[in-house]
């Protein structure tokens, strides 16, 4: 029995007895929603690591050699030179024009070696009409969660055959279509 003053209210007790009650219910319940958010942040990891592949970024330029490029942004000018670097006569200029694509993208499972992935590219060119043409990479087993392709439609292809007119980029496993990203006229 705890000690009581003489002058101390009996309703003063009781109140004390019903805070400590409610301050010990109130641990109780915050250790429960704590578990709860930890089992739920759990399940969330769980889930983004069984997560399917997704393309992040799409980059494209095209690149031609002849053409001035008069524009204010110093990364554009920039652009153009690093594609020509290396590049001395004419004909060398005139083989690198052409399209050139960088896709990015992420493979949340790219440490199961049973899963393995193809990224195709399609596009049809303006010479040759509805004809699709398709390019298929294999990324090698060695590759990260982060992945980039880059594709280049250049020399006597886009000499002979034209513009791109359209393009699809589709990362596949199996027979069945896990992502892609395509230009509006796909």
């Known amino acids: 029995m705890p000690f009581i003053p003489l002058n101390y209210n009996k309703n003063r007790i009781f109140m004390d007895y019903l805070n400590s009650q409610i301050r010990e219910r109130n641990n109780a319940s915050n250790i429960l929603k704590s578990l709860i958010v930890m089992l739920s942040m759990i399940l969330v990891s769980c889930k983004y690591s069984n997560r399917d592949v997704t393309i992040i970024n799409s980059k494209y330029f095209h690149l031609d050699a002849e053409a001035n490029v008069n524009s204010q942004d110093p990364m554009v000018r920039f652009e153009k030179?690093?594609?020509l670097y290396g590049a001395i006569t004419q004909q060398e200029k005139k083989l690198r024009s052409g399209h050139y694509?960088?896709?990015d993208w992420l493979n949340p499972n790219w440490?199961?070696?049973?899963k393995s992935i193809t990224a195709r590219f399609?596009?049809?060119q303006k010479q040759?009409?509805?004809?699709?043409?398709r390019k298929d990479f294999k990324p090698s087993r060695s590759q990260s969660l982060k992945n980039k392709t880059k594709i280049k439609i250049t020399g006597r292809e886009y000499?002979?055959?034209g513009k791109?007119?359209?393009w699809?980029?589709?990362?596949?496993r199996g027979n069945s279509v896990i992502a892609s990203d395509q230009s509006y006229l796909w």
């Not at 699809?168 to 596949?172: L, Y």
């Open 164 to 166: 791109v007119t359209a």
């Open 111 to 114: 440490k199961n070696p049973n």
């Open 159 to 161: 000499l002979q055959n």
């Open 128 to 133: 040759t009409g509805s004809k699709t043409h």
């Open 168 to 172: 699809r980029f589709s990362i596949i």
């Open 81 to 83: 030179k690093h594609l």
């Open 101 to 103: 694509y960088i896709f």
């Open 122 to 124: 399609e596009y049809r």
